[in-house]
């Protein structure tokens, strides 16, 4: 980019060197200034005198004179083409007011042609902008800008002619006014007579676009802060001067006021974003197509050779050559382009620079011309790639202009010192140089050829810089002296400074005479490489480099040893070869060819890259070509690269870090191109110093130079497929024809759309709104309860629901629409569908014109945005935002194109709000602006624009911007015109008589504007040319009627005769234009030189049978995926087979056993405790066998539970199969999960219909070793590095050098140590003590460890939020649920109760060590009690080791032991779900509840966990230290031509094998999944130590057993329902 902005600089600079002593130039500036000069009257009439009335009437006549030859071209062009005489003497004027009262007329040169300002002080009057192109030559828009102050006089000389003889005679100033300013409906616009006048009729029109509401008081309150004064010596003028008329006028000068204009109230946005900019002027008044004058490189004529080249050029670039990486192609690219291409793209060219015609008109009226060739989007590939040419030919052109100069320097260097003998530095610029300027085909190429250019010459630039400037200084000097005291003082100017690196250096020392022994020149080496043999050989020296170097050894400097001087020379020769643009040429496409992309995560990726990236699939990658690199691949990996999430390389040589074979470099396959074939040590010498050099050419300068170029070239394509990508979206949006039904229409009917609007709040009201043909709104109706359920528990809202429903039913049959749309943005739509096509079925019972009324899906993403915008609420300023909602829906389904058109206008860039591709906000604005553009300005110009329509209906005005020739500028002036001279366009000649366009924008729009009788009163549509409502164009108006002449078997038509008869006729029975052999007409018009015209002969024929039928398809209703993706939110992209979401238990779902199953049923009993088990639902606390029976006969048996109901974090019901719950066998669903758990499942099955998936969380699912749920990955993806890293991160993990980090916390209790060292400190601390210590979490946690007994201690986490900074305390303290202000308050609240609740424990009698509470001991000393005390129940407390915390409550009541356990808390001992504030209290319950059994097993996550570290859960430890394995990208997924496409996604139709997925989730709360074991979750009854076979006890173990073990069950005797029987 440096190197192209220095190629501008010096192209700049060239053209500054005009002739150096030539004063022609100048005296045509200072003629050129005077002409402008006396255009603008600054100073007040009064203090002119009567010679600034003199000087007005000389300008008058000047006038009149220059006025008589004024563009009698552009009039006959327009006569030609339109067959009209036109008013030449109609004409409108640029008024332009000074800073005095009674300003003479004056030019629009008064305002700078500069756009960022206007020079202040002048107050500028657009009133028809659009007609004063008329008074500009042809020749003039490309005229230089020296001319500019001749075009702008001669521009002001004729509109202010043509105003006197439009107005008639002469007029005062204030008559001109009066008639002349108009407001928007064209009535004439009075301004006050005297005072100060300060209305500003930009001002006012501005703020009609901004709008701003404006006071003139206010404003002319700010005026007098902006006084402006005479200057100083005008005012001492005025004193000398005694006369008492002269003192009133000088009083008068010095109360003078500035009057402000748009420019100095509104910021220069603001005006940019209105268009009254002074370049938004200029494309105004030019009679150009917008399109042309917006363009960064002007469309200029060309020769025929010249378009010729461009046209061989854009064929190979455009249509010819590939992309790097693989591409989808453009629409129809992908077939065979034969050289019969070049010729129809140089006749595009041609129609494009020469007759400048816009895209659309070639595409539809020059169809010989480029068909079949050539189609709409080829067409715009070629206005692309023609600015493309055009930047290439400018900066070609000025290199070699400084190319010449440089030889001319170098000429005159010779010229100056004839016998000085040129050096080895220096090098003659030849003639050969220029021509490879000429033979540049690329950028890229043309930078090798300045780089190249630089290495040599950049000091010969300084020289000449120097010596422009000196001259410069020279004339300045003898014309811009200064007077100050009697002295001249000169302007000094800087000097340019000579380069000074490296290169220069070593150049400066002489080291050229030493490269030259290196035998290659550059140039050579750049030949053998490009013909891939040593065509030129290398020459050896016959002396070795060390010797031959030491010649060149300084005693001080960069040069003081040999090697200094060898390393400087390998510089220079590698510095030579890297700038040889053969050399660069050849490379560049080798490395294109030949590069691989590698990639690898940061330490940040490693931990941000997971499956919901766009990033994952291509996470590792190694070796993989680019040209391998699909869509917007390399787009995603360059942002993930920004962001910090991995680390690309690309190299044009393999990478073989990882081991295996070895392959040969690409440095090594062309330094045999620089090698000497010889064996000797002398050449070896030589050949180790050019192998070096070309290292260091190739390794420091080339590869990396390339490399940016690359990666600069795939970035490019990969935004240039999300533009076309979004491009295609909004063709599939646009391309929709208006909803239409299937009814009959009579004739003034239409079709009837009514649109609706709700919220998800169910309190917020529904609109429902019906619109016209033109989506005017005509009635809309409010329902408040019209979102509540009919089923509602409450009465009063059923009761509300059926009033809305019958209130709707009665605005149904009002209005009778033809369809209704309903949004689909939440599940929500589908209860709204089904009670209207309910309500719909009762009407239609009751009427049958209702049948037939369809609900519709509508997307609502364009719907939601007009209901928030500026624009919805200046067109309806009191309508809620919903029914805005509902106006912009009925918009979209009446026409699509005209709402979109809407969006597209707005200023405030509302269309970048609507999701197109989920990487559209990685392009750069205007690059998508500029391509959707051209695919509005193509679809309207399928449609076309009914102009009259769009005046009468603001909402449709925004559309006629994208007629093609016009733009937001031009449509705005045309607009604005015809409001003012006329009420509609009556025909398709009124723009040019009327509307004031140019013959060149005329002849580009006009068949584009279509002008129906619908849209004319009676008396307008009495001479209106039929042929207008058509797409004929008005140029080929007469063969329309030659053929509906020749149709009609009539003579010819007289002069007297209506042209319209026969058109209406022939329309009224086209089949006889079948009759037609439109192949000889079109012959005929050949042979008389008229052109190729068989297309549009047919084009014609058709227009007669049909004009204007709307070509798009017909609406469709909503596709099954798009309604599941807009109703969920969810795209195959975040929702996806095998994806691993987490959800919440809802439902145990059962299923009632059948009347054989019933027959079947064998109750069955616990041999341990003696209870009976229903075989269906399982319950298992029956005390007889009848109860079992009894529980199934009554039906209150719920059935055998088969699976789980979920629901998803994005409204989605998820099932899982009882099966599906664990590897292991389970009976019953409640053994794994329970309502209100959120467990890890994975995804199986997507269901579109039902809105469900199929999910399951075995352990070995979730786990997926084996990467059955893993999408396919990148073919590329490197595995073994992938693996690599993980295994440094488990060694890692398992090592750990820091596993906290140090905090700042002053506070006795906390120590900057490990949980081990926190434990050593504890041993010698009394029991309750506690220390705080930083945690291994993180930094915004802490943790406390406090002593239990002697070997006991129990660690908790402490979350803190509202930190500071990193290292020192939260001011808000969490454990669990409960908040904390500081430390002390977590030792008084939370470590000391339960100390002393430990203490009272620990003094209890039945309190026993049991070292730690070592099971099998304590049932040992059950055992021994129970013997010596039979009639007793032993029990024992005790301090659990291997759960800090808990203690073991062991009892025996009977000949089997039990285990339980109990919490400690704050509040008291947690034992059975219950807190106890006291032992006593606890020992009662014990005592009293022992015979019953305790309660269920409750898994992990069902129950608020106690607050200690081993409880607080992490996703990491839910999987039990596994790390899921994410699915990829799927590979074949990038080519697809949807980027979101459910057909590879999913199987059948009901259901589909799809790739759904949502968000990532961080769980702020435990979550338990089946892959947990017992042993993690301490205070859950299924985590206990497992107790030996012997000490089983009576619930506990059964159900345990019962998940695959062998429990001690017996089926009673006899059997089944037999035996109940007997």
Excluded at 1352 to 1377: C, M, R, T, V, Y
Aim: glycine share 6%; net charge negative; proline share 5%.
């Amino acid at each position: 980019m440096e190197e192209e902005n220095l190629l501008d600089n010096e192209a700049e600079e060239s053209e500054e060197d005009g002739g150096g002593d030539s004063d022609s130039s100048e005296s045509e500036e200072e003629e050129q200034n005077a002409d402008a000069e006396e255009l603008i009257n600054d100073k007040s009439e009064e203090s002119a005198g009567s010679d600034a009335e003199s000087d007005v009437e000389l300008k008058k006549k000047r006038k009149k004179r220059e006025y008589e030859d004024l563009l009698e071209d552009d009039y006959d062009l327009l006569e030609e083409n339109l067959g009209l005489n036109l008013d030449r003497k109609k004409f409108r004027r640029v008024h332009v007011e000074s800073d005095d009262d009674d300003a003479d007329v004056g030019s629009i040169s008064n305002v700078s042609r500069n756009s960022g300002g206007v020079r202040r002080g002048k107050r500028i009057d657009l009133i028809h902008p659009a007609l004063e192109q008329q008074s500009i030559d042809d020749d003039e828009l490309y005229s230089d800008s020296d001319n500019e102050a001749d075009t702008q006089s001669k521009a002001s000389t004729n509109q202010d002619k043509g105003a006197k003889e439009l107005f008639g005679g002469d007029m005062t100033d204030s008559e001109e006014e009066d008639d002349f300013i108009v407001d928007e409906m064209g009535r004439p616009i009075n301004r006050k007579k005297g005072g100060d006048q300060s209305t500003d009729r930009a001002l006012v029109e501005a703020q009609s676009v901004f709008g701003l509401d404006f006071d003139v008081e206010e404003f002319a309150q700010y005026g007098e802060d902006k006084t402006g004064y005479l200057d100083e010596e005008e005012d001492e003028e005025y004193e000398d001067d005694a006369d008492l008329e002269t003192t009133y006028r000088r009083k008068k000068a010095r109360k003078k006021k500035q009057k402000a204009s748009i420019f100095d109230v509104y910021e220069p946005s603001e005006l940019e974003r209105g268009h009254f900019t002074d370049k938004d002027q200029e494309i105004r008044i030019t009679d150009l197509p917008e399109q042309f004058l917006q363009r960064s490189y002007p469309v200029e004529p060309r020769e025929a050779s010249e378009l010729e080249q461009e046209a061989k050029w854009i064929y190979q670039h455009a249509f010819v050559s590939r992309t790097i990486s693989k591409q989808p192609s453009y629409s129809n690219t992908d077939r065979y382009r034969p050289e019969s291409t070049i010729s129809k793209i140089k006749d595009t060219l041609d129609y494009i620079c020469n007759k400048c015609f816009v895209i659309p008109y070639i595409a539809n009226y020059k169809k010989e011309y480029v068909e079949p060739e050539l189609d709409m989007y080829d067409l715009w590939r070629v206005w692309v790639w023609d600015e493309k040419w055009c930047q290439l030919c400018s900066r070609k052109g000025s290199l070699k202009k400084l190319f010449v100069k440089v030889q001319q320097l170098q000429f005159d260097q010779l010229r100056e010192q004839p016998g000085v003998v040129l050096t080895d530095d220096t090098r003659p610029l030849e003639e050969q140089d220029i021509e490879r300027v000429e033979a540049v085909q690329t950028i890229e190429e043309l930078n090798d050829v300045y780089s190249h250019f630089l290495l040599y010459y950049a000091n010969d630039l300084v020289t000449i810089r120097n010596k422009l400037k000196e001259l410069l200084r020279e004339q300045q000097s003898q014309e811009e002296v200064t007077i100050e005291d009697g002295e001249s003082k000169e302007k000094k100017m800087m000097k340019h400074a000579k380069r000074r690196d490296f290169y220069t250096i070593c150049q400066e020392s002489g080291l050229s005479a030493l490269i030259d022994k290196f035998g290659l020149k550059p140039e050579h080496f750049g030949d053998n490489l490009r013909d891939g043999y040593q065509k030129y050989e290398t020459e050896q020296h016959p002396v070795e480099p060390e010797e031959c170097a030491a010649e060149f050894v300084q005693p001080t400097g960069h040069f003081s040893t040999v090697e200094a001087v060898l390393h400087g020379a390998r510089h220079m020769v590698a510095m030579r070869i890297a700038n040889d643009p053969t050399v660069r040429q050849v490379l560049r496409r080798a490395f294109r060819e030949r590069a691989i992309l590698s990639v690898r995560p940061t330490k940040k990726g490693k931990k941000e890259i997971d499956e919901n990236s766009l990033c994952y699939g291509f996470k590792y990658l190694k070796n993989k070509p680019v040209r391998d690199l699909k869509g917007d691949q390399f787009l995603r990996i360059v942002q993930a690269e920004q962001d910090g999430l991995l680390i690309t390389a690309i190299r044009i040589d393999l990478d073989t870090s990882g081991g295996g074979r070895s392959f040969s470099t690409f440095f090594d396959e062309i330094k045999q191109y620089f090698y000497r074939d010889e064996f000797s040590l002398l050449v070896e010498k030589w050949n180790t110093q050019r192998t070096q050099a070309l290292g260091h050419a190739l390794l420091r300068v080339l590869y990396p130079l390339m490399e940016r170029e690359l990666r600069t070239k795939l970035l490019q394509e990969a935004k240039e497929f999300v533009t076309q990508y979004c491009v295609d979206k909004m063709h599939q949006w646009l391309n929709v024809a208006p909803y239409s039904t299937e009814r009959e229409l009579e004739d003034g009917d239409y079709t009837k759309i009514m649109g609706c609007s709700f919220t998800e709040d169910k309190e917020m009201p529904t609109f429902f709104v019906v619109l016209d043909s033109c989506g005017e709104v005509v009635d809309f109706l409010k329902l408040n309860h019209f979102m509540k359920r009919k089923n509602s528990y409450w009465e009063s809202e059923k009761l509300d629901k059926e009033s809305d429903i019958d209130k709707l039913s009665n605005f149904l049959m009002k209005h009778r629409p033809d369809v209704i749309a309903v949004p689909a943005f939440c599940r929500d739509a589908l209860m709204v569908v089904t009670d209207l096509k309910q309500c719909l079925t009762e009407l239609e019972g009751e009427n049958e014109e209702m049948a037939g009324v369809q609900v519709e899906l509508v997307d609502p993403s364009m719907a939601r945005i007009y209901g928030k915008s500026k624009r919805g609420k200046e067109e309806f300023p009191e309508y809620p935002e919903s029914l805005l909602e509902a106006i912009s829906l009925s918009r979209r389904l009446r026409d699509p194109l005209m709402e979109f058109c809407a969006l597209f206008a707005s200023p405030e860039d509302e269309m970048f709000s609507v999701k197109m591709h989920v990487l559209q906000n990685a392009l750069p604005k205007e690059n998508l602006y500029a391509a959707l553009q051209t695919e509005f300005i193509t679809r309207v110009s399928e449609v076309g624009v009914d102009i009259n329509l769009a005046i009468e209906h603001p909402h449709l005005l925004p559309c006629v911007q994208f007629v093609a020739g016009l733009g937001p500028r031009k449509a705005a002036g045309l607009i604005k015109n015809l409001k003012q001279e006329t009420s509609s366009l009556e025909s398709r000649a009124q723009l040019v008589t009327v509307c004031s366009l140019g013959p060149k924008v005329f002849m580009n729009c006009a068949g584009f504007i279509k002008i129906t009788n619908s849209t004319l009163n009676d008396s307008d549509s009495a001479g209106k040319d039929l042929l207008d409502c058509t797409r004929i164009h008005p140029e080929t108006y007469e063969w329309a009627r030659k053929m509906a002449v020749d149709a009609l078997e009539y003579d010819e038509l007289g002069d007297d005769a209506n042209p319209n008869s026969v058109i209406e006729e022939i329309m009224e029975s086209p089949e006889k234009l079948r009759d037609l052999d439109l192949d000889a007409f079109a012959e005929e018009l050949e042979r008389q030189g008229l052109g190729k015209k068989r297309a549009t002969l047919y084009d014609i024929r058709d227009e007669l049978f049909d004009p204007y039928k709307d070509k798009r398809p017909q609406f469709a209703s909503m596709e099954l995926e798009e309604q599941f993706s807009l109703l969920t939110g969810e795209t195959p992209e975040s929702l996806y087979e095998g994806k691993l979401i987490t959800c919440t238990v809802v439902a145990i779902v059962r299923r009632k056993p059948s009347r054989e199953l019933l027959d079947r049923a064998q109750p069955i009993q616990n041999e341990m405790t003696g209870f009976w088990q229903c075989p269906f639902c399982l319950q298992d606390d029956f005390h007889d066998i009848g109860l079992v029976w009894n529980h199934i006969d009554e039906g209150s048996c719920p059935g055998q539970g088969i699976g789980v109901r979920t629901r998803l974090e994005n409204g989605l019901s998820g099932f899982i199969l009882t099966k599906n719950l664990s590897d292991k066998p389970v009976n019953t669903p409640e053994e794994r999960v329970n309502i209100g758990r959120t467990i890890h499942c994975r995804i199986l099955r997507v269901n579109l219909e039902k809105f469900s998936v199929d999910l399951t969380c075995r352990s070995s699912d979730l786990a997926d070793h084996d990467s059955r749920f893993s999408l396919p990955k990148d073919t590329y993806f490197d595995v073994q590095g992938e693996e690599q890293d993980n295994r440094v991160d488990r060694n890692s993990k398992k090592n750990p050098k820091n596993q906290y980090m140090k905090r700042v916390i002053v506070h006795q209790a906390f120590l900057n140590v490990s949980y081990k060292e926190a434990e050593q400190s504890l041993v010698a601390m009394e029991q309750g003590d506690a220390i705080f210590r930083p945690s291994s979490k993180g930094p915004d946690h802490l943790t406390v460890t406090w002593k239990v007994t002697d070997d006991i201690h129990q660690h908790i986490d402490i979350l803190e939020k509202d930190k500071p900074n990193a290292f020192s305390l939260g001011k808000s303290l969490w454990i669990g649920e409960e908040e904390y202000e500081d430390l002390d308050e977590i030792l008084a609240r939370f470590i000391h109760p339960m100390a002393q609740l430990a203490r009272e424990l620990h003094a209890y009698k039945c309190y026993r060590a049991a070292d730690g509470g070592d099971v099998n001991k304590l049932i040992k000393m059950l055992a021994e009690e129970k013997k010596n005390h039979p009639s007793r129940i032993p029990y024992y407390f005790s301090a659990s080791k291997q759960l800090p915390g808990k203690y073991v409550l062991s009892y025996q009541p009977a000949n089997k032991p039990k285990i339980e356990y109990f919490t400690l808390t704050p509040d008291g001992y947690r034992y059975r779900t219950i807190i106890h504030s006291d032992i006593n209290s606890l020992l009662k319950y014990f005592k009293e509840h022992y015979r019953e059994p305790p309660p269920r097993p409750v898994m992990p996550g069902s129950v608020q966990p106690t607050p200690t570290t081993s409880m607080i859960m992490t996703p990491g430890s839910l999987l039990g230290g596994i790390q899921p394995y994410t699915p990829s990208q799927s590979v074949h997924r990038w080519s697809t031509t949807p980027q979101y496409g459910y057909q590879q996604l999913y199987s059948g139709q009901q259901s589909a094998q799809a790739s759904w997925v949502t968000p990532a989730y961080t769980p702020t709360q435990p979550i338990g999944t089946p892959v947990q074991t017992p042993g993690r979750t301490p205070h859950y009854v299924a985590t206990m130590p497992q107790v030996p076979h012997q000490a089983s006890f009576s619930r506990g173990r059964g159900q345990h057993k019962g998940r695959g073990g062998s429990a001690p069950w017996k089926q009673p005797a006899g059997g089944g329902r037999r035996s109940r029987k007997q």
